[in-house]
């Protein structure tokens, strides 16, 4: 890549425009780092007030959570952050540091969407929710009750 691009700079080097063009493109799209993300989903934790059938938590998942502090080290790596989702084998509001990470992430300008079983989404929680969330996810296993009692 570094041949390909001293080739063509030099064939456009008298063209101060077309250098501009140029050098902003390979820089842009082509430079040896990823672009930042603006977007990343975050498994809070693993557990669950629900033991649901479907659920891949049944194979022996452990109870693991992030905690406040290792969030803000995750999202201080991303920048230009703009959207966070949180989701994955647990229910977010297992985690006792959720609603503080939604406030971190409010502070910083950066919306949030969460996936939820619904169990805990009741009014008490509703109300703390800041302004940044932007979606609830909610899952249903069944609309067949005896389905959900299995």
Do not use: W
Request: proline content about 3%; glycine content about 4%.
């Amino acid at each position: 890549m570094a041949k390909l691009t001293t080739t063509l700079f030099n064939k456009f080097k008298r063209y101060s425009i077309l250098r501009k063009i140029y050098s902003y493109y390979f820089k842009t799209f082509y430079s040896d780092y990823a672009p930042q993300p603006k977007y990343i989903s975050l498994d809070i934790t693993h557990k669950c007030n629900l033991n649901c059938i479907m659920c891949n938590r049944r194979l022996g998942i452990n109870n693991k959570e992030l905690c406040f502090e290792s969030f803000v080290k995750i999202i201080d790596q991303f920048p230009r952050l703009e959207y966070i989702g949180f989701m994955g084998l647990g229910e977010v509001f297992m985690n006792k540091d959720f609603i503080d990470m939604l406030r971190e992430c409010e502070k910083r300008k950066i919306d949030a969407m969460f996936t939820t079983n619904g169990v805990l989404l009741n009014e008490n929680n509703i109300k703390r929710l800041p302004k940044n969330v932007k979606e609830i996810f909610v899952s249903i296993d069944s609309l067949n009750p005896e389905f959900i009692r299995k």
